[in-house]
């Protein structure tokens, strides 16, 4: 797995992308916080803009950029960026997918993670278009790392939503199908019910299986797998393995959901993820010494 391009920047140099959102912490609201915690430069391209997320708030005012995100992305060539690492999440169109690949091809030092958002709770988002699973497939072809949650891994393996937890072979034989279809480096399903509890399981190309078990603290927020695709992001381009990276990054969601639990605040704002950034600069810290 690239370690980046190792730039003479000071700060790694992280290329997010995905949509902002005026009002509902999720995809670059959070990117961009959790990055710069750790210490790390946070570049969004962003795929669209909305008033809100989409869940819960009724109808936000969004505006797809696919012209933007071309644009933009050619006066980064035109200035020869080049990033340590590549994040990609939401993708408003499946158009949006070219300009994505382009990027992706264009850093191929950087540490790659495609964060491949198009679903939860077993139904993929209505405002997606049908062929969004085979267009995501195709930039997770190119991925170091992926970061589906069990929705987003059944969409890229094309298989049923399981109905009961998982047992730990039933766990690799989806992981193993999703390395499969997609031909990803790397797969991590975030947030797997597993027999006797949740994990964040992952399986690589020396095909062994990966279990960080973990206690599922009650809620569902959303922008939780931003946080945690952003935060395992920039832990990896700081240099830690992988089993580090997830052990940061489920730590720190889970610190931020049950610091949101115990305020009692509306769901649909996502978590009280600010008061624990500290963690992540005192993690980076450690890193520094």
């Known amino acids: 797995m690239p370690a980046g391009n190792k730039q003479a920047h000071t700060a790694p140099r992280i290329a997010a992308v995905g949509d902002l959102c005026g009002f509902g912490r999720c995809s670059l609201a959070v990117a961009i916080a959790a990055l710069s915690a750790l210490g790390e430069q946070a570049c969004p391209l962003q795929t669209a803009a909305l008033s809100t997320h989409t869940g819960g708030f009724g109808a936000p005012a969004r505006a797809p950029m696919a012209g933007y995100m071309a644009e933009a992305l050619e006066h980064w060539r035109g200035l020869a960026l080049r990033f340590d690492a590549v994040l990609t999440g939401y993708l408003a169109t499946a158009e949006q997918a070219e300009t994505v690949r382009a990027l992706l091809e264009g850093q191929g030092e950087a540490l790659r993670v495609v964060d491949p958002v198009m679903g939860d709770h077993g139904r993929m988002y209505s405002s997606l278009p049908a062929d969004m699973p085979e267009r995501m497939r195709e930039i997770c072809s190119l991925a170091d790392v992926i970061t589906p949650n069990l929705t987003e891994a059944c969409l890229l393996a094309g298989r049923e939503m399981p109905e009961e937890p998982l047992s730990t072979a039933s766990a690799e034989e989806l992981l193993n199908d999703v390395r499969r279809a997609t031909g990803a480096g790397t ?63 489920g730590e720190f969601v889970r610190r931020a959901v049950a610091r949101t639990n115990a305020l009692g605040c509306d769901k649909r704002e996502g978590v009280q993820f600010e008061a624990e950034l500290p963690f992540l600069t005192n993690w980076a810290a450690t890193r520094e010494a």
């Open 187 to 249: 797969v991590l399903v975030t947030g797997l019910g597993i027999v006797g509890g949740a994990a964040n399981c992952s399986l690589g190309a020396d095909g062994r299986l990966l279990s960080a078990r973990f206690t599922r603290e009650p809620g569902a927020y959303p922008g939780t797998g931003d946080l945690f695709a952003s935060v395992l992001t920039g832990a990896l381009a700081r240099g830690a393995d992988l089993a580090e990276a997830v052990e940061l990054a």
